[in-house]
C-alpha cells in the first residue's frame, strides 16, 4: 500500500520561500511519476509540478515556471518542492501525488495522493 507524507507547509510572506517534503512508502522496486497539486481557495485543483519516473525531467505549469522547483532525493521514493518568489495567489493546499508510470512524460492521473499541507503567503 503506497502511502504519502506531506511537510514543511507554513506561513511565508511575500517574496519568500518554502519547501514543501514528500515522503511515500510502499514503492517497492517499481517506477512512479510523482507531481505536486495546488488547491487554492476557490479554484480548481491544478497540477503545478511533476517528475517522470524514467529520467526525473521535470514539468512545471505556467503559473509556477521560473519560481518553483521539483526534485527527488537520493531515494526515489522523497520528492520535494522548494518555491520562490511566493505570491499570494500561491497560497492554497499542496498534495504530493504518486502513480506507477515508467516514462520521460507525466501522467494526467494519479492514484495515490497525501493528506495535503497548507501554505498561506501574506503579509
Known amino acids: 500500500q503506497v502511502q504519502l507524507m506531506e511537510s514543511g507547509g507554513g506561513l511565508a510572506q511575500p517574496g519568500g520561500s518554502l519547501t514543501l517534503s514528500c515522503t511515500a512508502t510502499?514503492?517497492?522496486?517499481?517506477?512512479?511519476?510523482m507531481a505536486w497539486f495546488r488547491q487554492a481557495p476557490g479554484k480548481e485543483r491544478e497540477r503545478i509540478a511533476c517528475i517522470a519516473s524514467a529520467d526525473d525531467s521535470t514539468h512545471y505549469s505556467d503559473s509556477v515556471k521560473g519560481r518553483f522547483t521539483m526534485s527527488r532525493g537520493n531515494t526515489k521514493n522523497t520528492v520535494y518542492l522548494q518555491m520562490s518568489h511566493l505570491k499570494p495567489e500561491d497560497t492554497g493546499v499542496y498534495y504530493c501525488?504518486?502513480?506507477?508510470?515508467?516514462?520521460?512524460?507525466?501522467?494526467?492521473?494519479?492514484?495515490?495522493w497525501g493528506q495535503g499541507t497548507q501554505v498561506t503567503v501574506s503579509s
Open positions: 501525488t504518486a502513480t506507477m508510470f515508467y516514462s520521460v512524460a507525466c501522467p494526467r492521473d494519479y492514484d495515490y
Open positions: 510502499g514503492f517497492g522496486s517499481s517506477y512512479y511519476a
